[in-house]
């Protein structure tokens, strides 16, 4: 959450960096109606801190036009330089610019906010520039599509550039269509550390010229991990994680197993996570997609004979009998994996 507040200063350099005097925010600069009083205020003050960037800012769906208890306090408070734009019409945000915004009235507003931009006129010679919050594309949910984006809203609106919140990553269109992404991640659907793009249009007309610009501390990896039982597990493991030091403390790593280890490659995977676990800010290793492969050798680890060896012979038998339900195999090769990892440990 912290470093979500950062990212508005990472914008505002950004943006000094690239010598741009507009910052355009698609949406949800909020991720709820009814952000804490200090969350709002603290954003406004980050985005006052350099007078010369000025910021235009649309409602999305998370915080949208519906939300009055929320934009009315904005309105009131806002500095100078930052620009809430609550109606669907043009604004000269520069001389010869044209910024065509389209808020969102509600959280489901079961139509096309960008419509009105086909009949909407401009000076001749100014660029039109789109600001857009939602999907380009349906995905099979329950509405109809209705307000869904058309994918070609910049060349039937005439726009030079449509700038689209709502998608989380950085995500291309068209040629003048592209989602930022959120500057900072939030989730391992879309990796990496989170982006602004800086965009120049040379002349009325022409291709943009768009750039990703880092802007997000915390760098999100989701990484399979695909092992055979020939494989050293713990080395295959270390294989696949980012770089080392410092920089492991701002990434956030799930690992996702699959594949066959036999026990102590299992074993050892484990002891290498836990191994390693503490250097990064978040680290999970999803092992239910592995399964596991035991040897009488394996068992011998366990007990050469007795009870144990009896015990654990079971629970082999049992985790790969196809008579019983998939939870119950599910079970007896964790216990198993539970027993060979108590008598490891008790080896060491």
């Not at 910049?154 to 950085?170: F, M, Q, R, S």
């Not at 680290?283 to 239910?288: G, I, R």
Request: aromatic share 6%; glycine share 10%; charged share 25%.
């Amino acid at each position: 959450m912290e470093a979500r507040h950062a990212a508005l200063g990472s914008i505002a350099a950004a943006a000094r960096d690239h010598q741009a005097g507009h910052v355009l925010i698609a949406g949800d600069l909020f991720d709820t109606e009814t952000p804490s009083d200090r969350v709002r205020q603290q954003a406004l003050a980050a985005m006052a801190a350099d007078g010369g960037i000025r910021w235009w800012i649309i409602p999305g769906n998370h915080d949208s036009l519906a939300a009055e208890a929320l934009w009315e306090p904005v309105r009131v408070q806002s500095p100078d330089n930052v620009h809430l734009c609550l109606d669907a019409a043009p604004i000269e945000i520069a001389p010869g610019i044209m910024l065509l915004p389209s808020p969102v009235p509600s959280r489901f507003p079961g139509r096309d906010a960008t419509e009105w931009m086909r009949d909407c006129e401009s000076p001749e010679g100014s660029l039109r520039i789109g600001l857009a919050h939602g999907g380009t594309v349906t995905f099979g949910s329950e509405d109809d599509g209705a307000e869904t984006i058309p994918p070609d809203r910049a060349t039937t609106a005439g726009l030079d550039y449509l700038a689209i919140g709502d998608w989380h990553g950085a995500r291309k269109i068209g040629e003048r269509t592209f989602y930022s992404g959120s500057p900072e991640r939030d989730r391992f659907k879309h990796p990496g550390r989170g982006v602004c793009l800086a965009v120049t249009i040379p002349a009325p007309g022409a291709e943009p010229e768009v750039t990703e610009i880092g802007t997000g501390r915390f760098n999100w990896q989701d990484l399979p991990l695909r092992l055979t039982p020939e494989q050293n597990a713990g080395d295959a493991l270390a294989a696949v994680l980012p770089e080392g030091g410092t920089a492991r403390r701002d990434t956030l790593v799930r690992i996702r197993a699959s594949g066959w280890a036999r026990l102590p490659q299992r074993m050892a995977l484990v002891r290498t996570a836990g191994d390693v676990a503490p250097e990064f800010g978040y680290f999970d290793l999803v092992d239910a997609e592995l399964a596991t492969e035991a040897s009488p050798d394996d068992l011998d680890d366990i007990a050469r004979g007795g009870a144990l060896r009896e015990a654990a012979k079971a629970l082999l038998d049992e985790s790969g009998d196809a008579t019983k339900s998939a939870g119950d195999r599910s079970v007896a090769a964790a216990a198993l994996r539970r027993l060979y990892g108590y008598l490891a440990e008790d080896a060491r």
